[in-house]
T-cell receptor, first 112, second 115 residues
Framework: GESVGLHLPTLSVQEGDNSIINCAYSNSASDYFIWYKQESGKGPQFIIDIRSNMDKRQGQRVTVLLNKTVKHLSLQIAATQPGDSAVYFC???????????FGSGTRLSIRP | NAGVTQTPKFQVLKTGQSMTLQCAQDMNHEYMSWYRQDPGMGLRLIHYSVGAGITDQGEVPNGYNVSRSTTEDFPLRLLSAAPSQTSVYFCASQSMRGSTADTQYFGPGTRLTVL
């Protein structure tokens, strides 16, 4: 069935380095994809999204890349800071079914 | 504008008890949904609604009921609580008008323990 999953469950990066979090999806009919950040004890917080007709979208310190050929989504965080420590989820939206399906998450930890 | 509110924040139940988790939003969002999040796991969709009077099942609907009598409220009912339903429950709402994901908001969560 359709699924959204992550390649790496944990990621440790040096403060100041760039972080890249990956996500694979299986439903080529999805309309768009979202990255969420979830800090401990809190609900997910929207970071950035990308429509299926786009390849790249940039926000503040974050960039999302979409490769529809291999059904791969990535989140790049520039100059990673301690405040970026969290679990990051990708999510897939099927507008036709009005469903938002989350992946299992990647924990990002920052080394000082 | 309170966003998405959930009550209670914490709840302990005994096996077999029933209860309702409340969710409300004041943003006039059409789409509302319930997720559960188990330790170290992602969010799994339980039920969702695209508008008042309309509900549908998500990935893990068994053991839960929902109703959407108003746009603002989307309660989740546990019919007969089981230890497997111990989890953190998140409610979310989203505007579907412009199909823009940045209008999705999550509530603070309800931590449920079933003994």
């Amino acid at each position: 069935g359709e699924s959204v999953g992550l390649h790496l469950p944990t990621l440790s990066v040096q403060e100041g380095d760039n972080s890249i979090i990956n996500c694979a999806y299986s439903n080529s009919a999805s309309d768009y994809f979202i990255w969420y950040k979830q800090e401990s004890g809190k609900g997910p917080q929207f970071i950035i999204d990308i429509r299926s007709n786009m390849d790249k979208r940039q926000g503040q310190r974050v960039t999302v890349l979409l490769n529809k050929t291999v059904k791969h989504l990535s989140l790049q965080i520039a100059a990673t800071q301690p405040g970026d420590s969290a679990v990051y989820f990708c999510a897939e939206i099927y507008s036709s079914a009005s469903k938002i399906i989350f992946g299992s998450g990647t924990r990002l930890s920052i080394r000082p | 504008n309170a966003g998405v509110t959930q009550t209670p924040k914490f709840q302990v139940l005994k096996t077999g008890q029933s209860m309702t988790l409340q969710c409300a939003q004041d943003m006039n969002h059409e789409y509302m949904s319930w997720y559960r999040q188990d330790p170290g796991m992602g969010l799994r969709l339980i039920h969702y609604s695209v508008g008042a009077g309309i509900t549908d099942q998500g990935e893990v609907p068994n053991g839960y009921n929902v109703s959407r009598s108003t746009t603002e409220d989307f309660p989740l009912r546990l019919l007969s609580a089981a230890p497997s339903q111990t989890s953190v429950y998140f409610c979310a709402s989203q505007s579907m008008r412009g199909s823009t994901a940045d209008t999705q908001y999550f509530g603070p969560g309800t931590r449920l323990t079933v003994l």
